[in-house]
């Protein structure tokens, strides 16, 4: 398939961008996205000079404009290891029970029926490979079958790309008929940076724990202790930080030692923006809070910029 004019894509569950900026770095243009979270949008308008559409249950797709690449990091929650315990506390047993977030793939399905377009890339926690026994992930393949498509998918690291060791499963699918059966993910070994390259300097004493803080994190929320939420500390020596995640702020936070204190800090807005390879003109303006949550629940830009490429080499052969 040879398209001569520029390739178009939509961002669906847009949160900050990141699907955006990556795609628009490997040459696309965005001709729509959708967000219903108002903080993450208002932080995609500021850098984007435009306001997502809000909730894409209420958008028809005939709304949305025609497109090469539907592109979309659906909702994890469902999928992840957090998420099975929250759906079997309310006596749901697989991730498409949950009625909120669980049925938003099927929004993806519902918008791939209608129009159609040549290729997709989808982005979710590795665990949606295994969970409920692969039944989410044998209804994914079986739904994205049915819709047209010809499938592969991969679980990629990112501390291949940034200092952060993030594992997530990129869905890559292409039209029926355009015939692509040997689409290949991208393959690095070595990150361009590590954790110290990313190390703010100077002062950063209003990042600083409290001293109570430190010690219920020490206390409660010990690696030791054997929980799934528990903080760790990094220093200039450490290679690769652990998964920065929508919760960084608190007991699963990524902490930073301080050789003046005994008690570490937080990471800085501008570490977790270079964790997730963001540009340094992107604009952070909203709350710690709400900051960490943003880029926790974003895509590493590095990461998905190299399969947008691939995905464009093959479109314009």
Known sequence: MNIKNKLTFIDLFAGIGGMRLAFESAGFECVFSSEIDRYASKTYAENFGEMPAGDIIKIHAKNIPNHNILVGGFP???????????????????????????????????????????????????YILSIDDKNAINKIVSEIDNAGYDLHYKCINSKNYTSQSRERVFFVGFRKDLNIKNFEFPEKNEPDFYVNDILDKGDLSKYQLGAKTWEYLYKYRNKELGSGFYYSVIDENTKFTRTLTASNSGSNAILVKQHNSDIPRKLTENEMRKLMGFPDWFKITSSYTQTSRQFGNSVVVPVVAEIAKKIKNILQI
Do not use: M, T, W
Request: hydrophobic share 35%.
């Open 76 to 126: 994890c929650q469902p999928f992840s290891r957090v998420g099975i315990g929250s759906r079997r506390k309310n006596g749901h047993n697989q991730a498409f029970d949950d009625e909120i977030k669980g049925n938003l793939f099927f929004e993806i399905i519902r918008i791939l029926q209608y129009h159609k377009p040549e290729a997709f890339l989808l982005e979710n926690v590795k």
